[in-house]
């Protein structure tokens, strides 16, 4: 049977009981209380019992709303920048295109061909890595385009995952003209 260690800090005496024998003395001593004690017991109880149910479940799922908010927030500044960025570069205009203008016109197409951009490094001054994901059915125009515009597919490689997703990663570079 598990044991209790009582200890009396203003004596130091210590006293160790069983779970049961503690039981019996907090029922003998419930029981010598009057009554408006075990009123006034009960309802401190309870008032601890909502704190701590306030503070275990409610806060928490605040807290998680209020970030949830934020990123929709993060993500509509995000889709309101993309909208916002330059019109389709022409094909008769690929020497104007730049490294600078292309990740513009790689992130605002991707979005638009409905291709999950998840990231974009600069390897030379007309050189761009990119990673993302897909179906081939938008891929495959969505690369076409590219080429019309100027941009030349120095690299790439694809994966296929467990729901038919591609993963491709692709090093694009500014054709010269």
């Known amino acids: 049977m598990p044991t209790v260690l009582l200890v009396n800090f203003e004596s130091g005496n ?6 049961k024998q503690l039981l019996s003395t907090f029922d003998a001593r419930w029981q010598q209380s009057a009554e408006h ?4 017991i ?3 109880l309870a008032a601890l019992l ?6 275990s479940v409610w806060v928490p799922q605040r807290q998680a709303l209020v970030r949830a908010d934020l990123a929709h927030a993060e993500e509509v500044e995000l889709q309101t ?3 916002q960025l330059p019109e389709e570069v022409k094909s008769d205009t690929s020497s104007q295109l730049s490294a600078e203008t292309l990740s513009g016109l790689l992130t605002r197409s991707s979005s638009e061909a409905q291709l999950n951009l998840e990231r974009m490094d600069m390897d030379t ?3 761009i890595n990119l990673s993302l994901t897909g179906s081939v ?4 125009p969505w690369l076409e385009q590219l080429s019309r515009q100027g941009v030349t597919i120095r690299s790439m490689s694809i994966n296929v995952n467990a729901d038919q997703q591609l993963s491709v990663q692709l ?6 003209s």
């Not at 210590?14 to 779970?19: A, C, D, G, K, P």
């Not at 004690?37 to 006034?40: D, G, M, S």
């Not at 090093?171 to 010269?176: A, E, H």
């Open 125 to 127: 001054a007309s050189q």
């Open 14 to 19: 210590s006293v160790q009981l069983t779970l």
């Open 50 to 55: 909502t704190v701590t149910l306030w503070v």
């Open 42 to 44: 009960l309802v401190l």
């Open 171 to 176: 090093t694009l570079q500014v054709s010269s």
């Open 81 to 83: 920048t993309i909208g």
């Open 137 to 140: 059915t938008n891929l495959m």
């Open 37 to 40: 004690e075990r009123k006034l």
